[in-house]
């Protein structure tokens, strides 16, 4: 065993990435076990359990696979799960497939990458426009530019369970934003194309444009099921809720939920649990149901969920510069010659825009709090109490019990340049965040250019850092009203070495019922074992009462031939014995 010196700020912040090195991993659970009872430690390491390679030469173990086609690109995951333990309480233990190298089995695609698409064509394609709805006019190339990454899935997967995984092709915002006609379009040609190559269990409810209410419930499930929040267990340690029963079943308490924070491209979306007493309007609501069983209620939950169009942190940008030419209009800058300044670039950044034939030069200033000011009127919010984000309505939430995770741009704009993912503090982001916008563009590039940024950060990412992290600060703290002191936000890309996607919750979800055939077969297995025992014993007594039976009847008939015999002897006559000593014979 390694030193494990240095692991105690890992295991206290488990959200935080590591090296997937699996001495560390121990390490931080030895810690761990320092600290708490047996059976938490036992549940800390069963989560951190999939960082190893997946055994395919296992034949318990099943597989799915889903393809998240999003505003930026196209991904592909591959999951896989044990046979479930027979226990209706207890959920399927999905997990993140893993290569030989122990990598997460994941790749992800650009249409500009794919010859033919029609983004391929683009000499600079924005990154909020990178997704399958760049294939709006041309859907029939659509099945071609997914193929690589169902090739990839299937190169993964064992060839003799093709037929039996699950292939999910979901749509995010990107299309959401397309014409219904041309949304159907796309469809078809994956639900035509894609059976002709490939033999995965992919029927016409496995692709589809999915919500934004249904994504802000998959990354829901996502992060509460990693966290083990789905657990029904008696741990003292752990914080509870108590749910009201129903009609005909006690109060359940279970493990309090955390809330998601998802900020994409294109949109944003907040989930989190409420109590039954919270009213809320029925559009904003989702009672999901995570058991097997639908009449069983351990695993019902009542979820508000929104989701925002447009808020993403690439829209919101779009956005943006739109009010920077039309500010710039009514100036009557037709034709602008001097760099109009703008706080959101770093000081001295250049950027030029173009809309509808004319052109504009930006000049960054730098001025993190003069740009939170300038988006503050692109949230859309309402003065009124109870509203969040396009004046949407919002439950209250219980800021002192609540929990949340913030993911994609809230991770991004806390670690790719400032490098504060993890806890969030208003305080020390807001600090970090004035300090960037302040710093000169070309010592930026030197910074970038030196390796000091995470790998993840490229040039798109620091231009754009300013304007982002203003946009984040400014939907968590104005558009969700989360007050400034508010200490319970992580910020993360993974928790416990696991990279949590909302595509995890969608593939528990739409397994869910899976689970029943396997507790059907314990049933059946139980029941047939209870009759075989049950047989054994019986057989037992049948086979001494037909022995019985013969012998008896064997008796009767030697009784029967002696009666017969007498009836023919003479009067006084004794009648012949059965058997005779031995030399003696029989008389005359």
Not at 120 to 128: F, I
Not at 233 to 245: F, I, L, N, S
Not at 507 to 520: C, G, K, V
Request: hydrophobic share 35%; with cysteine; aromatic share 10%.
């Amino acid at each position: 065993m390694g030193n494990c010196t240095g692991e105690r700020e890992r295991v206290g912040n488990p959200w935080k990435t590591g090296n997937g090195n699996g001495e560390t991993l121990l390490c931080s659970l030895l810690v761990v076990r320092g600290k708490h009872q047996d059976g938490k430690f036992q549940r800390y390491l069963a989560r951190v359990r999939d960082t190893e390679a997946t055994d395919t030469g296992n034949p318990n173990l099943s597989y799915g696979i889903v393809v998240d086609c999003g505003s930026s690109g196209s991904r592909v995951f591959v999951y896989c799960w044990p046979r479930h333990n027979g226990n209706p309480k207890d959920l399927l233990d999905i997990q993140q497939m893993r290569d030989s190298s122990r990598k997460p089995v994941v790749m992800k695609i650009k249409p500009a990458r794919f010859p033919g698409s029609a983004a391929a064509a683009a000499v600079a394609l924005p990154l909020c426009c990178a997704g399958i709805s760049e294939f709006a006019g041309s859907p029939d190339k659509v099945s071609d530019y997914i193929s690589p990454l169902l090739s990839f899935a299937a190169a993964h997967v064992p060839r003799s369970k093709h037929r039996e995984t699950p292939l999910y092709i979901l749509c995010t915002a990107g299309m959401r934003v397309l014409p219904e006609s041309q949304q159907k379009a796309i469809l078809e040609d994956l639900l035509t194309d894609i059976p002709v190559h490939f033999d995965f269990l992919f029927s016409d409810s496995h692709a589809e444009v999915i919500s934004g209410k249904q994504e802000g419930v998959y990354a829901w499930i996502g992060i509460n099921f990693v966290l083990g929040r789905f657990e029904h267990t008696d741990d003292e340690d752990e914080a509870v809720v108590e749910v009201p029963g129903s009609e005909h079943h006690d109060p359940i308490f279970r493990k309090r939920t955390v809330g998601i924070l998802d900020m994409g491209g294109v949109s944003t979306q907040i989930a989190y649990e409420v109590p039954q007493s919270e009213e809320v309007a029925k559009s904003l609501l989702a009672e999901v149901n995570l058991g097997c069983d639908a009449h069983q209620t351990e695993h019902v939950y009542r979820v508000y969920v929104a989701t925002f169009l447009g808020f993403g942190g690439n829209a919101a940008r779009r956005r943006y510069e739109e009010s920077l030419f039309s500010s710039s209009l009514l100036r009557n800058r037709q034709s602008p010659q001097a760099p109009i300044p703008d706080p959101c670039l770093p000081r001295d950044a250049q950027d030029e825009l173009r809309h509808r034939g004319l052109r504009l030069q930006l000049r960054g200033t730098g001025d993190f709090q003069l740009c939170r000011e300038r988006l503050r009127p692109l949230l859309n919010r309402t003065n009124g109490t109870g509203s969040s984000l396009n004046g949407v309505s919002q439950p209250p939430l219980h800021l002192q019990s609540s929990e949340f995770y913030g993911f994609s741009e809230f991770y991004y704009c806390t670690e790719d340049v400032l490098r504060m993912g993890g806890d969030y503090s208003a305080a020390r982001f807001t600090k970090a965040a004035q300090d960037y916008c302040a710093t000169r563009w070309s010592v930026l590039r030197e910074r970038f250019e030196r390796g000091l940024y995470a790998p993840h950060a490229d040039l798109h990412r620091l231009k754009f850092q300013c304007f982002k992290s203003a946009w984040m600060f400014e939907v968590f703290h104005r558009g969700f009203s989360f007050p400034e002191s508010y200490g319970s936000l992580k910020t993360a890309l993974q928790v416990y070495d696991k990279e949590v996607q909302w595509t995890l919750g969608a593939i528990l979800y739409r397994t869910r019922f899976l689970p029943l055939r396997d507790i059907q077969q314990e049933n059946f297995r139980g029941i047939h074992s209870h009759w075989r025992s049950f047989s054994f014993v019986y057989n037992h007594y049948l086979f001494l009462a037909c022995f019985l039976v013969v012998l008896l009847s064997i008796l009767l008939y030697l009784l029967r031939l002696r009666r017969i015999h007498a009836r023919g002897l003479p009067p006084g006559a004794a009648p012949a014995p059965l058997w005779l000593p031995e030399g003696q014979k029989m008389p005359a």
